[in-house]
């Protein structure tokens, strides 16, 4: 099964699509989404070690610029949401993360509970997905999914505490 993207490794040129499209991790054949989490995780292991305060501000500048950097995406592209579009990902990967504890099985845990809701998308998720447009439109279903992964491994750490 092959991405049915629009985006085309000619498009890493250009900055903004570079970013958008996850350093081209968004151009896999097959599970762009995937590719742009593993990103996501690559960024976590690179800010997890800096102040929470630090994690925090970080995680909300992606969140925020992710609005207008996916929305120029998809104009430029042509296609709202294009599977190549990751930076959403990035993005719901860092939320499910915050104020977590580090290492591996928190990690991976994150990784595989954010994937999930992101493709699920279970009330409300997928009902802003398909109702909220633009670059907005794109980022609302991933930072949810990563509250809802963040909020279920916050349990977890709490039930085992």
Partial sequence: MSNPSAARPTHLRDPLLLL???F????ARR???TAGTVV???LYLLIAPLPVAAVV???????VAGIPLCGYAARRLRVHDDPAIVWDEIA???????LLPGGWPWVIAGFVLFRLFDIAKPWPIGWLDRRVSGGT???VDDILAGAFACLVLHLVRLAIA
């Fill in 20 to 22: 958008a499209l996850g």
């Fill in 24 to 27: 081209g991790s968004g151009l």
């Fill in 31 to 33: 599970g762009p989404g």
């Fill in 40 to 42: 996501g995780v690559g």
């Fill in 57 to 63: 501000a970080l995680t909300v500048v992606v969140a």
């Fill in 92 to 98: 719901g990967y860092l939320v499910t993360m915050l």
């Fill in 137 to 139: 439109g794109i980022m």
